[in-house]
Nanobody, 124 residues
Framework: QLVESGGGLVQAGGSLSISCVVSGRTSSSHAMGWFRQAPGKEREFVAAITWNDSTYYADFVKGRFTISRDNAKNTVNLRMSSLKSEDTAVYYC????????????????????WGQGTQVTVSP
């Protein structure tokens, strides 16, 4: 089970951190990812981290978002800075099927468990 938290309303240019608590498996043994879905748009890859902390980012968040994991808490975090109105979306945490990726972190097929999502709204 994956449970996201920390979403909310933030002004453009601000920062926000969201978290994903993993239960039922050891998150450190699996790659983890964050995806998002804005209204009327398809779900898109945001960031991912492998078991040995290699990180991947979508181009549109590079330099602004940071993914990290806290193995002691079985948690994966996403720190978002310099937020833009276009970052408004429901953010989903996903647990990878393996420790790393076979085809790449942006493919939903690489993940077997998903959270329910947390809403992030960035006001202009």
């Amino acid at each position: 089970q994956l449970v996201e938290s920390g979403g909310g309303l933030v002004q453009a240019g601000g920062s926000l951190s969201i978290s994903c608590v993993v239960s039922g498996r050891t998150s450190s043994s699996h790659a983890m990812g964050w995806f998002r879905q804005a209204p009327g748009k398809e779900r898109e890859f945001v960031a991912a981290i492998t078991w040995n902390d290699s990180t991947y980012y979508a181009d549109f968040v590079k330099g602004r978002f940071t993914i990290s994991r806290d193995n002691a808490k079985n948690t994966v975090n996403l720190r978002m800075s310099s937020l833009k109105s276009e970052d408004t979306a429901v953010y989903y945490c996903a647990s990878g099927k393996a420790r790393t990726f076979s085809y790449g972190p942006k493919f939903a097929s690489e993940y077997d468990y998903w959270g329910q999502g947390t809403q992030v709204t960035v006001s202009p």
